[in-house]
């Protein structure tokens, strides 16, 4: 009898996860569209570890959303180095869009960045 007590509350959860994950995917698609019509190629510059997360998943991002972007590795890349040095940047990914610094990556303040707000 007290397993059953779990059932309901768990379907509960699980379609309360899949709504997320639909809500989730909608604005990533919106998000995305929006960057892919605002971005042009040279606008944004991502500066990369090899061992960020955050990296992979943003240019994962920009990628599967058709958002130009071109991507460089602090570790391999001297100039890119020299750049991830001369922002000061406190982490990364750092995005350089039309050479102002955001770090971290957040399609919307990327686009706010591109739109000059």
């Avoid at 509350?9 to 998000?31: E, F, G």
């Avoid at 892919?36 to 606008?43: E, I, T």
């Avoid at 991502?46 to 955050?54: D, K, N, Q, R, V």
């Avoid at 998943?57 to 001369?86: G, K, L, N, V």
């Amino acid at each position: 009898m007290s397993g059953r007590r779990w059932i309901r509350p768990l379907l509960i959860a699980a379609a309360a996860y899949v709504v997320l994950l639909t809500v989730q995917s909608r604005t990533d698609k919106q998000a995305g569209a929006a960057l892919a019509a605002l971005a042009k190629p040279g606008d944004i510059v991502m500066l990369s570890s090899e061992t960020c997360g955050y990296c992979k998943t943003a240019s994962r991002f920009m990628t599967e959303h058709r958002i130009p972007f071109s991507e460089c590795f602090i570790e391999i890349d001297a100039a890119c180095a020299e750049s991830y040095r001369a922002q000061q940047s406190p982490g990364t990914p750092t995005l350089l869009v039309r050479g102002q610094r955001l770090v971290g990556f957040d399609p919307a303040s990327v686009a706010k960045t591109l739109r000059g707000v």
